[in-house]
């Protein structure tokens, strides 16, 4: 068991090497000159001025006319470190700027995650309880109408329709608390605070739990049809018992893999609810970053990003290990 | 008994498949949104189908290819003109002219026309400088469709390539793929999208590239698998017993039967690479501003609510129906090779 954290803790090395190389590759993107092509447009609409300072302070920063090797050491250097450079636009240190946004991201995302999980899990008990009742199947295709809805649109929507005063002003859509609200008492700050996550941790969260329940369902529904559930059954065992103590411990373990590829998506996704609700997040951030081509920032937000990825997955892979001692003591593959 | 042979695994996917009524409906949806696509300019379009001016019969439309193949060019008497004042004006009895069902191109401004409600003339409204909206989603279907269609040909062939040798040569090759794999999968996808996107000029080719090589992990993890598993089987095994090259083993045996695993995700795959799509678009990364795509209508709408719904409803609609279409034949495709569900 111990052997098998190790190697799993060693393993990241080449990961973060792999990452940091991307990193690299990015940045040099524009061939002939680093940096260069999307400011030419700049500079043909005449906005020149800028588009050197760009130029130049991005050369400066990533030592973009020194060969390759010492440029990629400096930016491993700057990695290692977490020193990122300066903003483009404002001057602050990258590091400062996401120091500020990162809690509010993980806060939301793992607000999101976690609703996710505790209403997909009961949805896939359902489905395997109640399975070919109407009721089920409603549930199922209403799960997998929300799986083809874009996020950004039923965001804009609930912007127009449920806040911001046209139709109905119920909730609020800008930021996450009421301006002033740091003088209230507590338990109004924390209820005003949960007023505003509700529209964006909504937007954010049925697309991943339409993800989720339905690879709980199939799993439910794979597991409720194996040999250890007819002997579970045959016993006498009440169908409470078959379902909550067999059936669902054995069809969480996927759902825990799941967790490596759903955070990423969640983090990503989190750019458009980010932007579309203003909330100073890293998503937001990075959506303002992209569009005053702050290099040095977005590069930072890149690499971090891909960091909280990374130990997300390896929390995941931890807690499959838990659950499932069988796959410490195998050679796993991949 | 006229069919002897045994059925084909394609022939029994096909049937599979066809039982499948959901699947089928959305397979429908599917290829007549690829028909709207290819056919945009017919259906869509402020040139006649037909005319007849001056005794003589004219196709804009398909002139209109021609010239832009450069085997053709336009009579002077129609160079740049608009067509529709053109027929106000100098149309005389006998001449006439039939224009598609929605006589508008995606680009035509008509300033006196802003936000007007669907109606008779324009099926789904107009935007805020007249542009109608029924000709730009028309339009914008070529775009989602191309997108979604070219960006996961390339990640197909890339992670199919990578996870063939992967799987197959096994060794330092797979432990190079697998390490390469795993870096992939911890970028968020979307992130490293726009960082790209930031990059470079806007394009529907760079969109497509990008969403291209960010994705193919997938696909390189299901090949993968495939051919680890198909590489210890007895037709493998015989194959290379009577002196088949490996690039024979891979391509002729083993690729065919690693491929269905693989088509359902790209199935999958076309439905997300539309929605990053109109996502990119709606944020103002994606198209440039002047092309139709559904997202950009959406990001255009967006100042313009709540009063033109219109804006919104119908290009929403749009990526709904065709990505839930998409995820239906996915669906489909799934249990038509998942033998446990075989009828």
């Known amino acids: 068991m111990r052997s098998y954290f190790l190697k799993r803790l060693l393993l990241i090395f080449p990961t973060l090497f792999g990452i940091s190389v991307v990193s690299f590759l990015i940045i040099h993107l524009a061939p002939g000159d680093p940096a260069g092509i999307k400011i030419e447009e700049e500079q043909r609409s005449g906005n020149q001025l800028l588009a050197a300072q760009i130029i130049n302070e991005t050369r400066a920063l990533y030592g973009l006319d020194e060969p390759l090797l010492v440029q990629y050491r400096r930016w491993l250097k700057r990695i290692a470190t977490l020193d990122f450079g300066y903003s483009l636009r404002d001057h602050r240190p990258v590091m400062d700027k996401l120091k500020e946004r990162i809690p509010v991201s993980i806060k939301l995302n793992g607000i999101s995650l976690l609703l996710a999980y505790m209403l997909s899990v009961p949805l896939g008990i359902y489905a395997a309880a109640r399975q070919h009742t109407i009721l089920e199947r409603l549930t199922t295709v209403l799960l997998f109408a929300l799986y083809s809805l874009p996020p950004f649109w039923v965001a804009t929507m609930a912007i127009v329709y449920l806040g911001g005063g046209d139709f109905w002003n119920v909730f609020p859509v800008y930021g996450l608390q009421s301006s002033g609200s740091q003088n209230w008492p507590w338990w109004q700050q924390l209820q005003d605070q949960a007023w505003h996550l509700v529209l964006p941790v909504t937007c954010m969260t049925y697309y991943t739990l339409a993800v989720l329940s339905r690879y709980m369902r199939t799993g439910m529904l794979e597991t409720i049809r194996q040999d250890f559930i007819r002997t579970a059954r045959a016993k006498g065992l009440s169908e409470r018992l078959v379902l909550y103590r067999h059936a669902l411990r054995n069809s969480m373990i996927p759902m825990i893999t799941l967790l490596a590829d759903v955070l990423p998506a969640l983090i990503g996704g989190s750019i458009v609810i980010e932007t579309l609700f203003s909330i100073p997040g890293m998503g937001f951030l990075s959506y303002e970053a992209v569009f005053s081509r702050d290099y040095p920032l977005l590069m930072g937000i890149f690499t971090l990003s891909a960091f909280l990825t990374l130990t997300g997955i390896l929390i995941s892979d931890f807690l499959y290990t838990l659950v499932d001692p069988r796959i410490a003591y195998e050679k796993r593959a991949a | ?343």
């Open chain 2, 1 to 343: 008994m006229k069919n002897e042979r045994p059925e084909r695994y394609r022939q029994i996917l096909a049937r599979q498949f066809r039982n499948n009524r959901i699947a089928m409906a959305g397979f429908v949806v599917v290829v007549t949104l690829f028909g709207i696509g290819a056919g945009a300019d017919f259906i869509a379009n402020d040139k006649p189908l037909v005319m007849r001016y001056q005794g003589r019969i004219y196709f804009p439309v398909v002139k209109d290819y021609a010239v832009w193949l450069r085997i053709s060019r336009w009579d002077r008497q129609f160079q740049n003109v608009g067509f529709k004042e053109f027929a106000r004006g100098n149309f005389k009895q006998g001449d006439w002219a039939q224009f598609p069902p929605v006589p508008y191109s995606p680009t035509e401004v008509n300033l006196s026309e802003p936000l007007r409600r669907p109606s008779e003339r324009h099926f789904f409204g107009t935007d805020d400088i007249g542009r109608d909206v029924a000709s730009r989603i028309v339009h914008g279907a070529r775009v989602s469709l191309s997108v979604g269609f070219v960006a996961v040909s390339i990640y197909a062939l890339i992670g199919l390539f990578i996870g063939a040798i992967a799987g197959y040569y096994g060794g330092v090759l797979d432990i190079i793929a697998s390490r390469l794999i795993e870096i992939m999968l911890t970028i968020p996808t979307f992130f490293l999208i726009i960082t790209v996107v930031a990059f470079l000029p806007q394009s529907i080719f760079n969109i497509m590239v990008v969403i291209g090589i960010t994705n193919w992990p997938t696909v390189a993890r299901l090949t993968r698998g495939e051919f680890l598993k198909a590489k210890s089987l007895e037709y493998v095994v015989a194959a290379r017993a009577m002196g088949a090259t490996d690039g024979r083993t891979i391509f002729r045996h083993v690729l065919p039967n690693a491929l269905a695993p693989v088509f359902v995700a790209a199935t999958f795959g076309v439905a997300s690479a539309i929605l990053i799509e109109s996502t990119l678009s709606f944020l103002g990364f994606g198209v440039p501003p002047s092309t139709a795509s559904w997202g950009s209508i959406l990001s255009n709408a967006r100042q313009l609510l709540p009063s033109a719904w219109w804006l919104t409803a119908f290009p929403g609609l749009a990526i709904f129906l065709t990505v839930t279409s998409y995820n239906l034949v996915g669906e489909g495709l799934r249990d038509a090779t998942d033998p446990r569900l075989r009828r």
